[in-house]
């Protein structure tokens, strides 16, 4: 029978109001840092399985599916967003057909390499608030490997002039620290409205790079304070999207610019809907908790749960005066890394 007819019924689970939808498992990109659960390189019985990647038709039900769970915003991922064929068609029919981000801009997240002026107008159109990746300047290339800061830094020049509100976005590494300066500088000045930095979290092709990535301690604490002074600089604000650890950096209320999550955000605020419609609690996870066109959405309740209802706290934390409001970092990584999402963050651990 064809799963797609049978009614969705869900117990037990609370949907967050925003879902994820990652289009595309296709990229232009080969990013050291890459959490993408499917490039992993990992043993056969671990590997995430890519499906058939769903259509236009199907993604049109699938915001049905979640419109009737009381969805009500969407933003878009993938792999890379533009290297899917029917991008625009889904945001029209978003923009034209659903209630999603009735008065809010829809978050679109790319790494810029396939962007053209026809897709920036069409964002203008759309009210689609761009996050472009800028993982470094002079490191860029070794990151990603495409050779492209000048075509991101340009882009962000040309939405700023159409007026599309960007977000220059970098995953932090021990190879672009030094220069996360200038980094966040230039996209600042090149035209972007704020700053997303995301600390390398092991997971995905960054599993087999973590040596060569992982952010020391010392590393941690330095990026907040180098982003907020380039923040003071430029007048602007930014957040950190990977969660930290509250206790590895000193006084980590003091930063007036930047806003530092310290609680996870997955299956509460957001979850994940992959290119061929399985669901996971974030786009870091791994682990397929379901899919979007079962009768029941959501199998491993456990695990949905897990993170739903915030029972992945560490022991070594349950005591912690801090805790109604810290979550030990990313319990993703704790899983992914230690086999145990109730583990301590690795950041924790590393000198
Ligand atoms: C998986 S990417 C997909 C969107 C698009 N291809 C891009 O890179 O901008 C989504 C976001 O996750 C970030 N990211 C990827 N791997 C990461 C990692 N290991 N740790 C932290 N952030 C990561 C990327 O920089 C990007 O901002
Ligand atoms: S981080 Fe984004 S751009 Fe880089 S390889 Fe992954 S999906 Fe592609
Ligand atoms: S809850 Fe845990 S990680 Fe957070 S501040 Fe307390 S001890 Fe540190
Ligand atoms: S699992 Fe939670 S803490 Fe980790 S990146 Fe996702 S939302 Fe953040």
């Known amino acids: 029978m064809n799963k797609e007819l049978e009614p969705n019924v869900d117990t037990n689970v609370v949907f967050p109001k925003t879902a994820v939808l990652e289009l595309t498992y296709k990229c232009n990109h080969k990013c050291l840092f ?99 990746s800028l993982p470094g300047i002079e490191t860029f290339a070794q990151h990603t490997g495409a050779d492209n800061v000048q075509g991101v830094l340009h882009w962000f020049s040309e939405a700023h002039k159409k007026g599309i509100h960007t977000t220059v976005n970098v995953t932090v590494t021990k190879l672009n620290y030094d220069e996360l300066f200038q ?8 035209g972007a409205d704020s ?37 003071e600089h430029a007048d602007r604000k930014g957040m950190v999207g990977t969660e930290f650890p509250r206790c590895v950096v000193d006084n980590i209320d003091k930063y007036k610019r930047l806003h530092v999550g310290t609680i996870c955000s997955a299956a509460k605020e957001f979850f994940v809907v992959d290119p061929s419609g399985f669901v996971r609690v974030c786009n870091h996870s791994p682990r397929k908790v379901g899919h979007v066109f079962d009768p029941q959405i959501v199998s491993d309740t456990e695990y949905w749960n897990i993170f739903a209802k915030r029972a992945y706290i560490p022991a070594s934390c349950v005591n912690c005066k801090e805790v109604s409001y810290c979550d030990c970092g990313c319990r993703e990584v704790a899983a992914i890394v230690k086999g145990d999402v109730c583990a301590t963050d690795p950041c924790i651990d590393n000198k």
């Not at 801009?105 to 203008?124: C, P, Q, R, W």
């Not at 980094?183 to 090149?190: D, K």
């Not at 390398?200 to 020391?216: K, N, T």
């Open 34 to 132: 890459c959490s993408c659960p499917w490039d992993a390189d990992v043993p056969d019985q671990n590997k995430y399985r890519k499906g058939d990647e769903l259509d236009l038709e199907q993604w049109k039900k699938v915001l049905k599916i979640l419109a009737d769970l009381g969805v009500e915003s969407v933003s878009i991922s993938g792999g890379e967003a533009l290297l899917c064929p029917f991008l625009l068609d889904l945001l029209h029919y978003i923009r034209t057909e659903t209630s999603f981000n009735k008065d809010s801009e829809i978050v679109l997240i790319s790494n810029g390499l396939a962007m053209t002026d026809d897709y920036l107008d069409a964002f203008k159109k759309y009210n689609i608030h761009l996050s472009m």
């Open 183 to 190: 980094t966040i500088a230039l996209g600042l000045l090149s």
């Open 195 to 231: 700053v997303l930095l995301n600390r390398f979290l092991p997971g995905g092709r960054g599993l087999s790079h973590v040596d060569e990535l992982l952010l020391s301690k010392e590393q941690l604490a330095g990026m907040l304070d180098i982003a907020e002074q380039v923040l």
